[in-house]
C-alpha cells in the first residue's frame, strides 16, 4: 500500500531487494568465470531482527499447543510473520491465519480468524516487515509532532536519543508502531470511521476485519463509485479529517491509498504518519495534502471543492481551540 509521493512511493523492484545484506559485498566467481550475487539473507536471520524477536518474545508455558498455522509455511518470511502473531494465539485473540488481505513496503496485513472469545469471526493483523529497523524515510517531520518514550516509558522530547544505534532504532520502532495503535484507538473511541483496533503487542497490530473472509473491503482506488454516492463519501471523509483534527490528530499521508469501501462506506486506514499539531503547529502542509488528494480523488466523480479552504476553515476551527 504505498502512495503518490516521494515519501513513501511503493516500488515493486525495491521489495525484491534485502535490506538486511552486509553494505559491502565481495563478486564470487562460478567455475566458468561467471560473477554470481551473494546469496539473500533472510529477513529473519540478521541479527538485529533475532534481538528484537528475543525482546518480544513470550513465556509459552506448556499448557497451550504450538502455534503453526499451514499458510505460512510457504512464505519466505515466515519466521518473522509467526513470532510476530503467536502472541494473539497465545493471548486466545485468534486460532488461525487464512490469507495476506495486502502487502505494502513496510507492512502486511494478514486475515485471521479470531477466537470465539472475541466475538468475532475473524480480525486483521497488520504485521511489520523486519525492514523497518532502517532509518524511516523522510521521518523527521512525524517524530517532531508525537510524543515519544523510552523503554522506561518517559517521554522523549530529544530525537536525537533515538537514533544512536541498534538500541536507538528498535527504540524508534517501537515507539512508532505503539503511537499507530493509540492512534487508531483515539479516533475509535472517538467516533471516527476506522477499524476497531484490539491490541498491538511487539511489530503487529489486531484490528477489525472490514470485508468477507475471501472478499476483503476494497481499497478506494480499486472501485468504481456511482456519481450518486460520491458526494456523500467525500462529505464523510471531510468529516474525518475533522474530527481527526478535533482529537489531535493529523493523518499525515491520507489518499485514496488507505480509505477502505466496503457496501457503501469507507473506513479509514494507516496512521503511522499520523501527527499531533499540538507538538508541532507547523504541519499545516500535511493537512493540506491530505485534503488535497482526497478532493483530487473526488473530482474525478464530479465532486467540486476547494481544498485550500477546506483546510484553512478546519485549521482555525480545530486547531485553534487545541493548541
Not at 513496503?105 to 469471526?121: D, I, L, M, N, R
Not at 485534503?291 to 482555525?316: K, P, Q, S, T
Amino acid at each position: 500500500m504505498r502512495y503518490d509521493n516521494d515519501f513513501d512511493q511503493f516500488d515493486e523492484e525495491d521489495e525484491k531487494i534485502e535490506h538486511f545484506r552486509p553494505m559491502k559485498m565481495k563478486k564470487r566467481r562460478g567455475a566458468a568465470g561467471v560473477h554470481k550475487p551473494p546469496s539473500k539473507e533472510s529477513y529473519e536471520g540478521h541479527a538485529e531482527v533475532q534481538r528484537w524477536l528475543k525482546e518480544q518474545a513470550l513465556d509459552k508455558g506448556d499448557d497451550k499447543s504450538k502455534f503453526n498455522p499451514t499458510f505460512l509455511a510457504s512464505q519466505r518470511d515466515g519466521a518473522w510473520i509467526l513470532s510476530s502473531l503467536e502472541h494473539f494465539y497465545e493471548e486466545d485473540l485468534i486460532t488461525d491465519v487464512l490469507h495476506v488481505v495486502r502487502s505494502g513496503k513496510e507492512a502486511s496485513v494478514y486475515c485471521c480468524v479470531a477466537h470465539p472469545a472475541t466475538g468475532a469471526a475473524y480480525l486483521a493483523a497488520k504485521v511489520y516487515r523486519p525492514r523497518m529497523f532502517r532509518s524511516l524515510k523522510n521521518d523527521a517531520v512525524y517524530r517532531q509532532s508525537r510524543l515519544q518514550h523510552d523503554r522506561e516509558g518517559r517521554i522523549v522530547r530529544n530525537i536525537r536519543r533515538f537514533d544512536a544505534g541498534n538500541k536507538g532504532r528498535a527504540l524508534q520502532v517501537k515507539s512508532w508502531i505503539e503511537y499507530e495503535f493509540e492512534t487508531q484507538r483515539l479516533l475509535h473511541e472517538s467516533g471516527a470511521h476506522v477499524p476497531r483496533p484490539l491490541t498491538q503487542i511487539g511489530n503487529a497490530v489486531l484490528m477489525e476485519y472490514i470485508g468477507d473472509v475471501d472478499d476483503p473491503a476494497s481499497l478506494l482506488k480499486e472501485v468504481r463509485l456511482r456519481r450518486d454516492e460520491a458526494q456523500s463519501l467525500f462529505d464523510c471523509v471531510m468529516r474525518n479529517i475533522a474530527l481527526f483534527l478535533a482529537h489531535g490528530r493529523i493523518h499525515g499521508d491520507l489518499s485514496e491509498y488507505n480509505i477502505l469501501y466496503w457496501r457503501g462506506a469507507v473506513s479509514i486506514i494507516d496512521f503511522a504518519q499520523a501527527v499531533d499539531p499540538r507538538q508541532n503547529p507547523a504541519v499545516f502542509p500535511l493537512l493540506l495534502r491530505d485534503i488535497e488528494r482526497v478532493c483530487r480523488y473526488f473530482a474525478r466523480y464530479g465532486v467540486v471543492a476547494d481544498a485550500h479552504e477546506l483546510a484553512w476553515n478546519m485549521w482555525n476551527q480545530q486547531v485553534g481551540a487545541l493548541i
